[in-house]
């Protein structure tokens, strides 16, 4: 078969660069059906030994110092933005107004204003976006929403998203850039919470009213070396600096078909080590899944007659499900994190190959970040508030 190859170039190494270099790398042979392939071009970061890493450790043919080598490289079509919050703006644009297809991790800039920028010139650009809710992904993910919309779960009433992480909850974890609203922007809103409030609008559509409240638990934090992430830690008595974006946010919302739900999400939160998870309830039925066990899903749903069963059904995931047979065979044969960053990445580059937008893509970023303005906007009014969609143009 006669395939296209879509030159790779990545800016930033860090572990999301370096995750979806991987995934660019495997799908050749996890995907046969492919309609094309991949070459691993140029990798940009600033670090000598990441440089280094990309050509030794990955295959990329070269590495540079400098983000706008990326943009440049004539062999370059599909640039992966992976760089810290603030730089997504500048990297981004850059990259659509060169005519490559741009994939940029969430949030798509710090704040909104700049997510709405970033979307309105790639727009105008005319190029294939993707951005990262790789959540959306999951096997048993993409059953529930088959589930929810063929009515098998009824009128949806109630929604609860939540994502819960401890890589913050160490006082002594390091000032990393996260934790910068000048570096990163928004706190857990922009880092976590998104994830939480794609996965309810793909499921069950839009919010259209949120009642919002934000906290800081950990106001000063050690200062990171050169190369300190936030999974490092300090020691006791470390030079200290503050912490200006929130480590958790919360919120109760009203849905566009009238359903009521609410969202958490936490980077200091004690106990949860990484849970993402949802929980949908119907007048016929209700699922739950939780990122901790991927591949477990339990499914409540009344019976022909009407009547409700004692208690939900465990399911786990499998090939009969959709995406799961290209890494294992059979039932309940786990799949991990990084496979779903390779179906992530199979999907957004057949579109690319096609020419289609690929979804999620920039506008879906601005979808989260309407709802992020009004949640802004709520914790600072302490009132309801109405999510005002930013997509101004997009089609």
């Known amino acids: 078969m006669n395939r296209p190859t879509l030159g790779i170039g990545v800016v930033g190494f860090g572990w999301m660069g370096q995750a979806h270099s991987r995934s660019a790398a495997r799908i050749p042979s996890l995907f046969p059906e492919r309609t094309f392939d991949t070459e691993l071009v140029i ?67 710090g704040k909104p204003d700049q997510t709405v920028r970033v979307e309105a010139a790639a727009r105008k650009a005319g190029v294939i976006t993707g951005v990262g809710y790789n959540y959306r992904w999951a096997p048993l993910v993409l059953h529930a929403k088959r589930l929810i919309d063929s009515g098998a779960l009824g009128e949806i009433t109630n929604y609860r998203g939540r994502f819960f992480a401890m890589y913050g909850a160490d006082p002594l974890g390091l000032l990393s850039w996260r934790f910068d609203i000048d570096q990163a922007g928004y706190g857990v809103s922009s880092d976590i919470l998104s994830h939480a409030v794609d996965l309810a609008t793909m499921l069950i559509g839009p919010v259209t009213t949120v ?148 979804q999620p893509g920039f506008a879906e970023a601005v979808d989260y970040v309407s709802f992020q303005d009004a949640w802004v906007r709520s914790c600072e009014s302490g009132t309801w508030t109405d999510v005002v969609s930013l997509r101004e143009g997009i089609a």
């Open 211 to 358: 009642s919002g409240t934000m906290e800081t638990f950990i106001r000063e934090r050690p200062l990171p070396s050169a190369t300190g992430t936030h999974f490092d830690r300090g020691k006791p008595g470390d030079p200290t600096g503050p912490v200006t974006n929130e480590d958790y946010a919360a919120a109760m919302t009203v849905f566009a078909n009238g359903a009521r739900g609410t969202f958490e999400a936490s980077r200091s939160i004690m106990g949860p080590e990484c849970q993402m998870a949802f929980d949908v309830y119907g007048t016929n039925g209700a699922l739950r899944w939780n990122l901790e066990t991927m591949n477990e899903m339990e499914v409540f749903l009344v019976d022909e007659s009407g009547r409700a069963p004692r208690g939900y059904t465990k399911v786990f995931a499998g090939d009969r499900y959709p995406f799961h047979g290209h890494f294992v065979p059979g039932d309940a044969n786990s799949i991990g994190y990084e496979d779903l960053k390779v179906i992530e990445n199979f999907n957004f580059l057949t579109a690319v190959a096609s020419g289609e937008q690929h």
């Open 43 to 109: 990798c940009g970061d600033n670090v000598p030994a990441r440089q280094e890493q990309a050509i030794d450790g990955f295959g990329f043919r070269e590495a540079a110092p400098a983000w706008e080598a990326v943009i440049e490289h004539p062999d370059v079509d599909v640039v992966y933005v992976t760089a810290p919050n603030m730089m997504h703006e500048e990297v981004a644009i850059a990259a659509a107004e060169a005519g490559k297809a741009v994939f940029c991790e969430k949030p798509v800039g």
